[in-house]
């Protein structure tokens, strides 16, 4: 049974860039969360899809947007990026509020 | 809002060495406290929840426990590959806050030989 899959593993954009970052959830899970994690801090949450919508959003600014598709696969899009955006990207996913297990990150750099 | 605490940041043992890590936190409502563990630059692993005061999970040599304000990771006779940093995290109750984990920062832990 595949676990969470997230590509692309590492990645390197230039400030004012845009990025698509991408998540698949284990079998049989329904919900995606996405959360940033900066070096030594606790992950941040972003906002969390259900059946193709954003149910819940952290304190993040407009610039990070996601998509859910019918096959629960989902997406993460950060537009103009800022050198703070650096940071471990992870992808989570649960059945409904069922704990969540997340992926192996992907590693944004911006410069 | 909802605030997680851990303590000590940074814990270094020798093999054998027993010990806990403490995660206080405060929250409207809380509906699980869940304990992760996270090896470098990867994501982290999920290890247990903990829904109600007075609840008790283990594994392995780890055991987690919960009251009303905190939790304590135990950690018996630690190896050299328990070595991690471990995240606490809750989930509040609520129609705004059900879905969030809101992290702690972790407690970096170091088991040597």
């Known amino acids: 049974d595949a676990g969470v899959t997230q590509s692309p593993t590492h990645l390197i954009k230039t400030r004012g860039q845009q990025v698509t970052l991408r998540c698949s959830p284990k079998?049989?899970?329904?919900?995606v969360s996405w959360y940033q994690q900066a070096l030594g801090q606790g992950p941040q949450f972003i906002f969390q899809?259900?059946?193709?919508?954003?149910?819940q959003r952290g304190n993040f600014p407009d610039r990070f947007s996601g998509h859910q598709f019918p096959n629960y696969s989902s997406e993460l899009n950060v537009n103009a990026l800022l050198l703070g955006d650096s940071a471990l990207y992870l992808c989570?996913?649960?059945?409904?509020?069922?704990?969540?297990?997340f992926g192996p990150g992907t590693r944004l750099t911006v410069t | 809002e909802d605030q997680v605490t851990q303590s000590p940041e940074a814990l270094r043992l020798q093999e054998g060495e027993s010990s806990s890590l403490n995660c206080s936190y405060t929250?409207?409502?809380?509906?699980?406290l869940f304990w992760y563990r996270q090896d470098p630059g990867k994501g982290p692993e999920f290890l247990f929840t903990?829904?109600?005061a007075g609840e008790e999970k283990e594994k392995e040599r780890l055991k987690a426990t919960l009251t009303k304000k905190e939790s304590f990771l135990h950690i018996t006779a630690p190896k050299p590959e328990d070595s991690a940093t471990y995240l606490c995290?809750?989930?509040?109750?609520?129609?705004?806050?059900?879905?969030?984990?809101?992290f702690g920062k972790g407690t970096s832990l170091l088991v040597t030989p």
């Open positions: 989570a996913s649960s059945l409904l509020l069922n704990e969540q297990y």
């Open positions: 899809y259900y059946e193709e919508e954003e149910r």
């Open positions: 995290a809750v989930q509040a109750v609520g129609s705004n806050s059900g879905y969030a984990l809101n």
């Open positions: 903990l829904y109600s």
């Open positions: 929250v409207s409502g809380l509906r699980g």
């Open positions: 079998s049989g899970h329904d919900t």
